[in-house]
């Protein structure tokens, strides 16, 4: 799958290290969140999603936290593996089923 | 489990010629959505459907491009005629409720 290739910020992290990816959302309206991770080639894979009730929630290896106050999402990945290298879209939504969709973040695990 | 499947993977065309996309969702779910990838504007949603009804079609670029969803496990993106600007990967995605929505591999779609 194609992503925002040229001007996609890139983190680069050294293996066994944890990952932070930052996204800032636009509307103060959205009510619920969603990761997605984007091999090259493939389509977006869901990773953890959060309401707008909660500020942080936990799956494996990885954490969302959720500040409303600045409208800033955060994806965090623990012991960072060479399967991780991907683009990361975060995207949200207004308590529709529309998500709009952030320009993503290329994560490079260096070995 | 199957996931979404898409088809075709990989279309070239020229210029003015129809092209269709195909798309099956994961059976039982509900919701079905055709997104559009371009380096310059991203992930962009073009038109959802529940349970086999066309909610909101807002994103559908223009005239040239139409969705069809006959039944729960087939829908169609048809793009007539096609033009160069077009050429973008086309994603399906499915969801049971609308909220975690689950992607296929996409068409990557070439209009020279």
């Known amino acids: 799958g194609e992503s925002v290739g040229l001007h996609l910020p890139t983190l680069s992290v050294q293996e066994g290290d944890n990952s932070i990816i930052n996204c800032a959302y636009s509307?103060?309206?959205?009510?619920?969140f969603i990761w997605y991770k984007q091999e090259s080639g493939k389509g977006p894979q869901f990773i953890i999603d959060?309401?707008?009730?909660?500020d942080k929630r936990q799956g494996q290896r990885v954490t969302v936290l959720l500040n409303k106050t600045v409208k800033h999402l955060s994806l965090q990945i623990a012991a960072t593996q060479p399967g991780d290298s991907a683009v990361y879209f975060c995207?949200?939504?207004?308590?529709?089923?529309?998500?709009?969709f952030g320009t993503g973040t290329r994560l490079k695990v260096l070995a | 489990d199957a996931g979404v499947i898409q088809s075709p993977r990989h279309e070239v065309t020229e210029m003015g010629q129809e092209v269709t996309l195909r798309c099956k969702p994961i059976?039982?779910?509900?919701?079905l959505f055709w997104y559009r990838q371009t380096m310059m504007r991203g992930l962009e949603l073009l038109i959802y459907?529940?349970?086999?009804?066309?909610?909101?079609d807002s994103g559908m670029p223009e005239d040239r491009f139409s969705a069809k969803m006959p039944n729960a496990s087939f829908s169609t993106l048809k793009i007539q005629p096609s033009e160069p600007r077009d050429s973008a990967v086309y994603f399906c995605?499915?969801?049971?409720?609308?909220?975690?929505?689950?992607f296929g591999p996409g068409t990557r779609l070439t209009v020279t």
């Open positions: 995605a499915s969801s049971l409720r609308g909220y975690e929505q689950y």
């Open positions: 509307n103060s309206a959205s009510d619920y």
């Open positions: 959060i309401r707008s009730n909660m």
């Open positions: 995207a949200e939504t207004p308590g529709t089923y529309k998500y709009i």
């Open positions: 059976s039982g779910h509900d919701y």
């Open positions: 459907f529940n349970n086999n009804v066309p909610i909101d």
